[in-house]
Nanobody, 123 residues
Framework: HVQLVESGGGSVQTGGSLRLSCAASGLPYSQYCMGWFRQAPGKEREGLASIDSDGGSATYADSVKGRFTISLDNANNTVNLMMNSLKPEDTAMYYC?????????????????WGQGTQVTVS
C-alpha cells in the first residue's frame, strides 16, 4: 500500500519561506522519481520540481527556479521542497507525487501515486 503524506504547509508573508516534506512508504520501485506539483483555484495543476532517487538531477519549472529547492532523503524516503522568496502567486495546494523516471518530469501521467496535498497561502 503506497502512501505519500505531505506536511509543512501554512500561511506566510510575502518574501517568507516554507519547507514542505513528503513521506513516502510502500513504493514498488527500487529507483523512482519524486515530484512536487501545485494547483491554485481555477488553474491547472502545475509541475514545480522533480528529483530522481539515484541522487541525480533535479528539474525545476521556470516559475520557481532559483527560489525553490527539492531534496531527497533516501534513508527516510522523504522528499522536501524548500521554498524561499514566496510570492502571493505561490498560493496553492501543493502535492507530492511518485513514479518512475520517464524523461517527462512534469507530466502528471508519469506519477501513479499522489499525496493528499498541503495548502500554502502567501499574503
Amino acid at each position: 500500500h503506497v502512501q505519500l503524506v505531505e506536511s509543512g504547509g501554512g500561511s506566510v508573508q510575502t518574501g517568507g519561506s516554507l519547507r514542505l516534506s513528503c513521506a513516502a512508504s510502500g513504493l514498488p520501485y527500487s529507483q523512482y522519481c519524486m515530484g512536487w506539483f501545485r494547483q491554485a483555484p481555477g488553474k491547472e495543476r502545475e509541475g514545480l520540481a522533480s528529483i530522481d532517487s539515484d541522487g541525480g538531477s533535479a528539474t525545476y519549472a521556470d516559475s520557481v527556479k532559483g527560489r525553490f529547492t527539492i531534496s531527497l532523503d533516501n534513508a527516510n524516503n522523504t522528499v522536501n521542497l524548500m521554498m524561499n522568496s514566496l510570492k502571493p502567486e505561490d498560493t496553492a495546494m501543493y502535492y507530492c507525487a511518485a513514479g518512475t523516471s520517464t524523461g517527462f518530469p512534469f507530466r502528471e501521467s508519469a506519477y501513479p501515486y499522489w499525496g493528499q496535498g498541503t495548502q500554502v497561502t502567501v499574503s
